[in-house]
């Protein structure tokens, strides 16, 4: 559980509509954030956001959890496009694929 809660703090969630939301960008500078699971599966901000409450969802009413939930995040600076295990979408690093 410890990792949860670093991951909450580390990414600088916040609450947006009645609801914590997990950001796509560090609130200095905005680079861009990914999310990854145990298995180390990346995700983008809406899906970690999405797959953090059903998980959470899941453990108050002892229902099977299908996913890994978001336990790490960092910055991601450089390099091609990463693509979010949940909803295929490109994440774009913040400075661009050098080798492009």
């Not at 997990?22 to 905005?30: C, D």
Request: charged residues 20%; hydrophobic residues 30%; contains cysteine.
């Amino acid at each position: 559980m410890s990792d949860i809660y670093a991951l909450l703090e580390k990414s600088g969630a916040h609450p947006y509509k009645g609801r914590l939301y997990l950001p796509a960008f560090t609130s200095w500078g905005a680079y861009t954030l990914i999310y990854l699971t145990k298995e180390m599966e990346t995700l983008c901000s809406d899906c970690a956001t999405t797959d953090y409450f059903e998980w959470l969802y899941s453990l108050n009413t002892c229902e099977g959890w299908q996913h890994d939930p978001p336990v790490y995040v960092q910055t991601y600076d450089e390099g091609p496009d990463e693509i979010c295990a949940g909803c295929n979408k490109p994440i774009p690093s913040s400075y661009g694929d050098p080798d492009a």
